[in-house]
């Protein structure tokens, strides 16, 4: 069975400074892992996908995530964070061969501080 | 291509009513699934359809709770009878499922932001 857990509902940071969202997750075969975010009033949109190859993965608006097997891990990261990346983020993780359901994380909403 | 499409934005029903929530997933798309979205629980999937026949309706939280799909453009989400626990916001999400592979990103649909009084 596969899971997803990401630690902090909230994250604060101020405009600028580097964004980390974490991801950690469980899953009996290698798996698909993708960040989605949703805007106020939004659906939710894919920022980025791990699938195969390389292990970095960058996605829209400066977003980048890298997967660990090691930590079972698939953190967010953004160098700089805008005003406008105030939002919910979402890991979510899928089994190849499987279901192929997506199993979404609790979500993170990320504060930005002017 | 318009995205998945929702419909009604929101809706407001008061408690015994029946109510319908509609989606038009993305044409070419054989993979569609409904969530349930809350503050308590996050992100919930309900129901999960492929190529219009249902899979895994194991979210589907009760009885009160059926869906369709009668064709590959279009499928409907029912409450009846809605009780004010069911308010939430619901979202419709397809993908071009690739044979199990799991690789291709849902696309999801703006929602519909049910309140039950």
């Known amino acids: 069975a596969q899971s997803v857990t990401q630690l902090g509902s909230h994250v604060s940071v101020s405009e600028g400074a580097l964004v980390l969202l974490r991801c950690n997750y469980s899953s009996s075969v290698p798996p698909y892992l993708f960040w989605y975010v949703q805007y106020p009033n939004q659906g939710l949109q894919l920022l980025l996908k791990y699938t195969t190859g390389a292990t970095l993965v960058k996605g829209i608006n400066g977003f980048e995530a890298e997967f660990k097997k090691s930590e079972t891990s698939f953190h967010l990261t953004k160098p700089s964070a805008h005003m406008s990346d105030a939002a919910e983020y979402f890991c979510a993780v899928s089994e190849p061969g499987g279901s192929y359901i997506p199993t979404f994380g609790r979500g993170t909403s990320l504060i930005v501080h002017p | 291509d318009a995205g998945v499409i929702q419909s009604p934005r929101h809706e407001v029903t008061e408690m015994g009513q029946e109510v319908t929530l509609r989606c038009k997933p993305i044409?070419?798309?054989?993979?569609l699934f409904w969530y349930r979205q809350t503050m308590m629980r996050g992100l919930e999937l309900l129901i999960y359809?492929?190529?219009?026949?249902?899979?895994?309706d194991s979210g589907m939280p009760e009885d009160r709770f059926s869906a369709k799909m009668p064709n590959a453009s279009f499928s409907t989400l029912k409450i009846q009878p809605s009780e004010p626990r069911d308010s939430a916001v619901y979202f419709c999400?397809?993908?071009?499922?690739?044979?199990?592979?799991?690789?291709?990103?849902?696309?999801f649909g703006q929602g519909t932001r049910l309140t039950v009084v």
């Open positions: 999400a397809s993908s071009l499922g690739s044979g199990g592979l799991g690789d291709t990103e849902a696309f």
């Open positions: 044409s070419g798309h054989n993979s």
């Open positions: 359809f492929n190529n219009n026949v249902p899979i895994d």
